[in-house]
């Protein structure tokens, strides 16, 4: 089975655009690769947080993880910091890698300006970090949104660099880019984000998610009950794409169309269906925020055995660096 690496960042809360468009997709993965999962936590320090907040955050990370259907029996779940190899291979990397190609990446320019006053190199060094975590299971395909593929095509670059320099050890991985149309916030202006304090998270109670979804801006030009609207650029019914199946779709976009039903009724429906799919995972979260210990073994399991092979590989490239060993 071909090989899958992919991250997250324990940022806080996930949200129903990372499910969507990230966690959903890579519970399909599973079914036709070779699946590893990971909790970013080292690139989640190059930007300040609250240090009493981290160790919930990545436990909550790994946790929706496994409630969404990400289980230990498909595929390898573990926090980054767990397997020192990553930052290693990292320090390598560095050694093959141009600043010029960092310092002209898109990420770090806008955190960078978001960041005024602690632009420190990890911020800089983020994306080598993130080949590092790829390669160092020589892994060939890696499914991210459209935001990080950038960095993939850096991972593939440094694969180059370093398999010129010191003989071919490492494959030039390939995105897989998730299908899933992107969702916004709910104020319907940019992407649905935990720092614009516009998502809808996973996690949230029924009232507290149908008040987000009630509220939400659809298509603005649609301003009275009476007015067709154009499912189109409506936020809410890429949602409902997300969701919803093809005949609640059909309804949704004709009534929308003609005027028939209003926001609030297409919201309705939406919510019912979203509702009946993120229950279930809320239910499994919350038995797993009551036996951490189950969690933790997991993440620890997951560390053992990805341990293993990162260790050959850090093994393979100092034999390939010419150092005594
Ligand atoms: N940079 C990714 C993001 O913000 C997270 C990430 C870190 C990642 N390492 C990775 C994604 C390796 C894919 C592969 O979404």
Redesign the pocket.
């Known amino acids: 089975m071909e090989k899958v690496?992919?991250?997250?960042?324990p940022t806080g809360e996930i949200h129903i655009g990372n499910y969507v468009g990230?966690v959903r997709h890579w519970v399909k993965l599973t079914e036709t690769y070779d699946c590893i999962f990971?909790v970013?936590d080292y690139?989640a320090i190059t930007v300040e947080y609250p240090l009493e907040e981290m160790r919930k955050r990545v436990l909550e990370t790994a946790i929706v993880l496994l409630a969404c259907g990400l289980s230990p029996e498909k595929c390898k779940i573990f926090v980054?910091s767990h397997v020192q190899e990553h930052t290693e291979l990292a320090w390598i990397f560095n050694c093959v890698t141009p600043i010029g190609d960092l310092e002209r990446m898109t990420?770090f320019k806008d955190k960078s300006k978001q960041h005024r006053a602690n632009i420190n190199i990890g911020l800089m060094d983020?994306?080598v970090?993130?080949a590092a975590?790829?390669l160092i299971y020589k892994?060939g395909f890696?499914?991210?949104?459209e935001?990080?593929v950038q960095?993939?095509e850096l991972?593939r670059e440094v694969a180059r660099k370093f398999n010129y320099r010191f003989g071919e050890h490492f494959p030039e991985p390939r995105v897989i880019l998730s299908v899933a149309p992107r969702i916004l916030g709910v104020d319907g202006t940019g992407k649905m984000s935990k720092t614009m304090q516009n998502y809808i998270g996973i996690l949230e109670d029924e009232a507290t998610m149908w008040e987000k979804v009630r509220t939400a801006v659809t298509d603005v030009n649609r301003v009275r009950r009476k007015d067709t609207g154009n499912p189109d650029i409506c936020n809410i019914y890429t949602i409902h794409r997300a969701f919803s199946g093809d005949d609640v779709l059909d309804e949704a976009a004709k009534g929308c169309r003609s005027a028939s039903i209003g926001c609030i009724d297409c919201k309705k429906m939406l919510f019912k269906n979203m509702w009946e799919e993120l229950a279930p995972v809320q239910n499994r979260a919350k038995d797993l925020l009551a036996n951490q210990d189950y969690v933790m073994d997991v993440l620890r399991e997951g560390a053992r055995s990805c341990s293993t092979i990162a260790k050959q590989t850090m093994q393979e490239v100092r034999e390939a660096l010419g150092l005594l060993i």
């Open positions: 690496f992919s991250g997250i960042q990230a990971c970013v690139h980054q990420q983020y994306p970090l993130q975590d790829i892994a890696v499914p991210v949104g935001d990080q960095h993939v991972c």
